[in-house]
């Protein structure tokens, strides 16, 4: 499995890591420079003097290790939603998704970033004996909050994408559900066009400058690896399912890792066998879900499998994800594939992300827990904390994530747990 993914053929910003053996007072410090922290720093940057600094390179983290699908929604899925938070606050949060996903398009043509934007749309195909009716209540629940979403009966599918099995289950019942609004896009471009913005508006960002330890004071001390001290007026943490190195939120943002392949780029004849048209993004409606996409230079990228509590990502073996590849696509298309890799996300338990400061550490506001759902929330989030810091309050109707989400105490019952819950999902999905 590679250490990089595909995304990484975009080359990195000249920037240099932080000089050694320094202290200096800055007043907004940004960790992490993945998409939440860059847009972070970039909308905070027209206000005040903001530093980023990262561990690795620029976007080494999940921000350039997804699929690089722009899709709505948070938790499981719209049903799973309104189970645990209602249907007027699940309609509110979904619809903030969808204002999330107009959001970054305005920003792309604002700053004129070309990062291969295909707003195609997205199909959740039924999968598994339960698969239509997992679709059909979704389905209702769309309909029932008035959200966007056409259901497709085998036909519709067929017209859109050639898949190997027909999904089984009554004619009456949805084979997909169609979202319109929803796409894709090259993470990499967008993770260095941002940076790109970052430093026009004279924000400045630091690679390989690990913080080590955050002081619990305000302003906040940060210590760095290679013995520098920041004071830090304020302090925006983003850095995903890395946090719980830093001791903060630990038990509650979960390291899991993912895992996705590229093929090589398909042929013409090819794409006709799949007949992938309209380019949609594609997720199934199991629990334990496969999703992929089309690149713009015609290679399918496919992310699946079982995911894998923890931060060794070379734990994870791709040959079941080749196989979920070769068995989603009819058995007569060739998929050769070019790259496979994985990446660590911050993974919650009721899977609702999180925008706090933090009651221990009160010069810090944590972003992050999108649990898969990170592309669209994470540029969106930046605006809602330059607005939260700059103000003091949440912008109007911007839906106000919870300070403390699910914990789990223990390491040994973090692990346990995590073990229980995929095969638990996996036990539902095959039953």
Same mark, same amino acid.
């Given at each position: =499995?590679?250490?990089?993914?595909?995304?990484?053929?975009?080359?990195?910003?000249?920037?240099?890591?932080?000089?050694?053996?320094?202290?200096?007072?800055?007043?907004?410090?940004?960790?992490?420079?993945?998409?939440?922290?860059?847009?972070?720093?970039?909308?905070?940057?027209?206000?005040?003097?903001?530093?980023? $600094?990262?561990?690795?390179?620029?976007?080494?983290?999940?921000?350039?290790?997804?699929?690089? =699908?722009?899709?709505?929604?948070?938790?499981?899925?719209?049903?799973?939603?309104?189970?645990?938070?209602?249907?007027?606050? &699940?309609?509110?949060?979904?619809?903030?998704?969808?204002?999330?996903?107009?959001?970054?398009?305005?920003?792309?043509?604002?700053?004129?970033?070309?990062?291969?934007?295909?707003?195609?749309?997205?199909?959740?195909?039924?999968?598994?004996?339960?698969?239509?009716?997992?679709?059909?209540?979704?389905?209702?629940?769309?309909?029932?909050?008035?959200?966007?979403?056409?259901?497709?009966?085998?036909?519709?599918?067929?017209?859109?994408?050639?898949?190997?099995?027909?999904?089984?289950?009554?004619?009456?019942?949805?084979? &997909?559900?169609?979202?319109?609004?929803?796409?894709?896009?090259?993470?990499?471009?967008?993770?260095?066009?941002?940076?790109?913005?970052?430093?026009?508006?004279?924000?400045?960002?630091?690679?390989?400058?690990?913080?080590?330890?955050?002081?619990?004071?305000?302003?906040?001390?940060?210590?760095?690896?290679?013995?520098?001290?920041?004071?830090?007026?304020?302090?925006?943490?983003?850095?995903?399912?890395?946090?719980?190195?830093?001791?903060?939120?630990?038990?509650?943002? $979960?390291?899991?890792?993912?895992?996705?392949?590229?093929?090589?780029?398909?042929?013409?004849?090819?794409?006709?066998?799949?007949?992938?048209?309209?380019?949609?993004?594609?997720?199934?409606?199991?629990?334990?879900?496969?999703?992929?996409?089309?690149?713009?230079?015609?290679?399918?990228?496919?992310?699946?499998?079982?995911?894998?509590?923890?931060?060794?990502?070379?734990?994870?073996?791709?040959?079941?994800?080749?196989?979920?590849?070769?068995?989603?696509?009819?058995?007569?298309?060739?998929?050769?594939?070019? =790259?496979?890799?994985?990446?660590?996300?911050?993974?919650?338990?009721?899977?609702?992300?999180?925008?706090?400061?933090?009651?221990?550490?009160?010069?810090?506001?944590?972003?992050?827990?999108?649990?898969?759902?990170?592309?669209?929330?994470?540029?969106?989030?930046?605006?809602?904390?330059?607005?939260?810091?700059?103000?003091?309050?949440?912008?109007?109707?911007?839906?106000?994530?919870?300070?403390?989400?699910?914990?789990?105490?223990?390491?040994?019952?973090?692990?346990?747990?995590?073990?229980?819950?995929?095969?638990? =999902?996996?036990?539902?999905?095959?039953?």
């Amino acid at each position: =499995m590679s250490t990089n993914s595909i995304w990484h053929e975009v080359p990195p910003l000249l920037t240099a890591p932080l000089p050694p053996q320094t202290r200096q007072r800055i007043h907004t410090v940004v960790i992490g420079a993945g998409l939440t922290g860059l847009s972070a720093a970039y909308h905070l940057a027209q206000q005040r003097e903001v530093v980023v $600094l990262e561990a690795g390179e620029i976007g080494a983290g999940a921000s350039t290790r997804s699929t690089g =699908m722009l899709t709505p929604g948070i938790a499981q899925n719209l049903t799973d939603l309104i189970r645990r938070v209602g249907a007027k606050e &699940a309609q509110h949060l979904y619809q903030q998704t969808l204002h999330a996903i107009q959001y970054v398009v305005t920003l792309l043509e604002r700053e004129q970033i070309d990062c291969q934007l295909q707003l195609n749309g997205q199909l959740i195909v039924a999968q598994g004996k339960q698969g239509r009716h997992r679709l059909a209540a979704q389905a209702q629940a769309f309909a029932k909050l008035e959200l966007p979403c056409q259901p497709l009966d085998t036909t519709g599918l067929w017209q859109r994408l050639r898949l190997r099995e027909i999904p089984p289950g009554p004619a009456h019942l949805p084979a &997909a559900l169609y979202l319109p609004l929803a796409g894709s896009l090259h993470p990499g471009r967008l993770v260095h066009g941002l940076a790109g913005a970052v430093q026009i508006r004279g924000g400045k960002i630091y690679p390989h400058t690990p913080v080590v330890h955050i002081g619990n004071q305000r302003p906040a001390s940060l210590s760095l690896a290679n013995g520098s001290e920041v004071i830090a007026d304020q302090v925006i943490l983003a850095t995903g399912g890395y946090t719980p190195q830093l001791g903060l939120l630990r038990g509650r943002i $979960l390291p899991v890792q993912l895992q996705a392949l590229a093929t090589e780029p398909l042929a013409t004849e090819t794409l006709a066998q799949l007949g992938w048209a309209g380019r949609e993004c594609i997720t199934d409606s199991r629990r334990l879900f496969n999703y992929f996409r089309l690149t713009a230079d015609h290679r399918i990228v496919f992310g699946g499998s079982w995911p894998k509590y923890g931060q060794t990502q070379s734990a994870l073996n791709p040959a079941d994800l080749v196989s979920r590849l070769n068995h989603t696509f009819p058995a007569d298309v060739a998929l050769p594939v070019a =790259m496979t890799w994985s990446g660590i996300i911050d993974y919650v338990l009721d899977t609702l992300p999180i925008i706090t400061r933090l009651q221990t550490h009160p010069a810090v506001i944590y972003v992050g827990g999108w649990c898969g759902h990170g592309i669209a929330l994470s540029i969106a989030a930046g605006a809602w904390v330059a607005h939260l810091s700059e103000l003091g309050t949440w912008p109007a109707n911007v839906p106000q994530f919870r300070q403390k989400p699910p914990l789990l105490p223990t390491e040994w019952a973090r692990q346990l747990g995590f073990w229980a819950g995929i095969r638990l =999902m996996s036990f539902l999905d095959n039953s």
